[in-house]
T-cell receptor, first 112, second 116 residues
Framework: GESVGLHLPTLSVQEGDNSIINCAYS??????FIWYKQESGKGPQFIID?????DKRQGQRVTVLLNKTVKHLSLQIAATQPGDSAVYFC???????????FGRGTSLIVHP | ETGVTQTPRHLVMGMTNKKSLKCEQH?????MYWYKQSAKKPLELMFV???????ENNSVPSRFSPECPNSSHLFLHLHTLQPEDSALYLC???????????????FGDGTRLSIL
């Protein structure tokens, strides 16, 4: 089976700083990874994804890094803003399956 | 218009009641999912429908009964629930094609269920 875990349950940063949220997965057959953001009272919102044939992908103010050797991925948020405060969690999907395994969330708290 | 809409947003029910949760997706997706989200736990997959056919049932108690009348609508019928069933129930959808699995799921905002 697959297990997916986040390294820290809570991350506090100052507004304007860069944030890094880390995630580890266990199944080397996982080939697709997704980051979600969940704000209070809302459902998870897709942020960015990455396939295993890549090691980096950039979006608007977000970057996902994938290290398949150590089965680790991270989400970097540049110039963190108060609106980025939310729970972030990663998901990993094994090749040939459309069912992802979700990790527990990291609560990002942005101080003004 | 929101991609995935869930109703009601909040539901309080007694253990002997019967109620239903509704999900509707406007994204043209062909797969729909029910998840349970409890505090400090990862999302738990309950049911999956692909092309209206149920393909996953992760040992969910029979007091939860899904229904998928078409690829845009998904229901979760609830009967004789227990207090431990109190949680946020999330619906998701995705577009899945044979041999192509790299598509993210899109979630609704959930139904917050409280069992008295």
């Amino acid at each position: 089976g697959e297990s997916v875990g986040l390294h820290l349950p809570t991350l506090s940063v100052q507004e304007g700083d860069n944030s890094i949220i880390n995630c580890a997965y266990s199944n080397s057959a996982s080939d697709y990874f997704i980051w979600y953001k969940q704000e209070s009272g809302k459902g998870p919102q897709f942020i960015i994804d990455i396939r295993s044939n890549m090691d980096k992908r950039q979006g608007q103010r977000v970057t996902v890094l994938l290290n398949k050797t150590v089965k680790h991925l991270s989400l970097q948020i540049a110039a963190t803003q108060p609106g980025d405060s939310a729970v972030y969690f990663c998901a990993a999907r094994k090749g040939g399956s459309y069912i992802p395994t979700f990790g527990r969330g990291t609560s990002l708290i942005v101080h003004p | 218009e929101t991609g995935v809409t869930q109703t009601p947003r909040h539901l309080v029910m007694g253990m002997t009641n019967k109620k239903s949760l509704k999900c509707e997706q406007h994204l043209g997706h062909n797969a729909m999912y029910w998840y349970k989200q409890s505090a400090k736990k990862p999302l738990e997959l309950m049911f999956v429908y692909n092309f209206k056919e149920q393909t996953e049932n992760n040992s969910v108690p029979s007091r939860f009964s899904p229904e998928c009348p078409n690829s845009s609508h998904l229901f979760l019928h609830l009967h004789t629930l227990q207090p431990e069933d109190s949680a946020l129930y999330l619906c998701a959808s995705s577009q899945e094609s044979q041999g192509v699995y790299n598509q993210p799921q899109h979630f609704g905002d959930g139904t917050r269920l409280s069992i008295l």
